[in-house]
């Protein structure tokens, strides 16, 4: 434990040092050249300096470089950094570099992107430069979403698991226990939650849940909401990547009308929180939330009164008329790092990615800015993770987080998705809705 703690307090150390400009490294990443003694490994990044996350990865560069690991060669290994300042950014400057051999050895990539780049072999696989106890250390999650056709071609150090977040003691004073509400062994369904809403308004006291529907885009809508999916036994396409028959199907239409339930119920309910508050959870203005960890954060440093108030449970499953409750499947995903195929040095560059998200990194992204870890002794730590509001998301982390969509037509998928929820949203109740016709018709735009 005495070690955990001073690793913390250099870590801490280390990146105010570098906030304030005293790069361990000395000099800037433009003064780093290929020489006789030293490799430079070249990465881009979907981030500005400016922002914490920017911030800490060059924390991160410089702890790489103090480390000085060896090529295959005997040269010293060297990372530098070019940030894009965006993630649009970011893919204008690989898509500007494809055809004329130009990319860095290594590119930051959002989690349901890495098959499309692996199948247009943009990036390339690490299984020959990384070990087996380096590849074991991360979450499954993390493994699944970076291996396509049996190969890795990813790694991330950090994680966005997702769940319900509800507050305790508003429901146990309408008669609740902590034996009655949602786990992984007994979750809430929808249905369940709908039933509790409808007891906190009976007591008239708060009771609405905020969606989130809004968060990141098409992008954010994908990550929060593909668990409806997956929880009723549905798919978003088949073996051979075909969205018709999948996203339509039956059962992808029945996890999409748990959604629907809270959106046709009549003014007098009118469930869905609708303001402005990014805080309403913890400001007590709702009783519930989906989101991911970052709330966990905010509470920890903005809301110190709320955090014995509140817990996580698992996404709500899908419950079909009988009464039968689908499976638990939670939101995870994030950004991650891969090696390009204009990479002169794949080994040099894959130790550069481990570093960039080994367990190091893992932990100082989980202490600075609230993302996740991705390694297992990380989520297994007691300090970190032994009880409350964080216990509870590493759990479902663990046992039961859902990688996105992985197909090479991602983005297509993506926005025909959102598409669906946001027709949900917007002509649920209304006389000429209907969910079947206007999914059949967004599938179709994906097999275009």
């Known amino acids: 434990m005495m070690k955990k703690k001073l690793m913390t307090v250099f870590l801490a150390c280390v990146l105010v040092l570098s906030m304030f400009g005293f790069a361990a490294c000395g000099g800037g990443d433009d003064e780093l050249e290929d ?12 981030k500005s300096e400016a922002e914490p996350e920017g911030r800490i990865y060059r924390t991160i560069a410089d702890m790489f470089n103090e480390k000085k690991l060896q090529t295959k060669d005997g040269r010293t290994i060297m990372m530098s950094l070019e940030f894009k300042n965006s993630s649009d950014a970011l893919d204008s400057s690989i898509n500007g570099e494809l055809l004329g051999g130009g990319l860095p050895d290594i590119i930051a990539v959002d989690s349901p992107n890495i098959t499309a780049y692996a199948a247009q072999e943009i990036i390339l696989p ?9 590849k074991n250390s991360y979450v499954d999650s993390v493994i699944t ?5 049996g190969s890795l071609y990813a790694l991330s150090g950090m994680d966005a698991p997702g769940g319900l977040y509800y507050n305790k003691e508003l429901l146990k004073s309408v008669g609740y226990t902590d034996a009655d509400f949602g786990t992984i062994a007994k979750p809430w369904s929808w249905k369940d939650v709908e039933e509790a809403m409808d007891k906190l308004i009976a007591a008239n006291k708060t009771y609405k849940i905020k969606l989130n529907l809004g968060f990141g885009g098409a992008e954010g809508c ?7 999916v997956y929880s009723a036994g549905g798919q978003f396409t088949d073996s051979s990547e075909k969205a018709v028959g999948s996203l339509d199907s039956v059962a992808s239409l029945n996890g999409l009308s748990m959604l629907e339930s809270l959106y046709e119920q009549d003014g007098a309910k009118s469930w869905i929180y609708n303001g402005t508050n990014v805080n309403a959870f913890p400001g007590e203005e709702v009783a519930f939330e989906i989101y991911g960890p970052w709330l966990i954060d905010t509470i920890r440093k903005d809301y110190k009164e709320f955090q014995s108030k509140y817990d996580i449970m698992p996404f709500p499953v899908y419950e079909s008329a009988d ?14 790092f891969a090696v390009t195929r204009d990479t002169r040095d794949a080994y040099a560059a894959a130790q550069a990615v481990a570093f960039l998200t080994g367990v190091e990194a893992s932990q100082l992204m989980y202490d600075s800015i609230g993302t996740f ?3 297992k002794s990380l989520l297994d730590n007691e300090e970190n993770f032994g009880g409350g509001a964080g216990k509870s998301l590493s759990d479902l982390l663990l046992q039961t987080g859902a990688p996105r969509p992985r197909i090479e037509k991602y983005p297509q998928l993506t926005t025909a ?32």
């Not at 020489?35 to 979907?46: P, R």
């Not at 979403?145 to 056709?149: A, E, G």
């Not at 994908?222 to 409806?228: F, N």
Request: net charge negative; aromatic share 12%.
């Open 373 to 375: 870890p991705t390694h």
């Open 145 to 149: 979403q970076s291996t396509y056709n």
């Open 35 to 46: 020489t006789a003694d030293v490799k430079v490994v070249k990465v881009w990044l979907h």
């Open 323 to 336: 009464g039968a409750k689908g499976t638990i499947q939670s939101p995870c995903g994030s950004w991650g």
């Open 417 to 448: 998705f959102s598409d669906i929820v946001n027709y949900i949203k917007t002509a649920a109740g209304t006389s000429d809705y209907n969910l079947s016709k206007y999914a059949s018709e967004k599938a179709k735009t994906v097999d275009r």
């Open 126 to 134: 690490l299984d020959d430069y990384l070990t087996d106890e380096v």
């Open 222 to 228: 994908m990550y929060l909401y593909s668990p409806l």
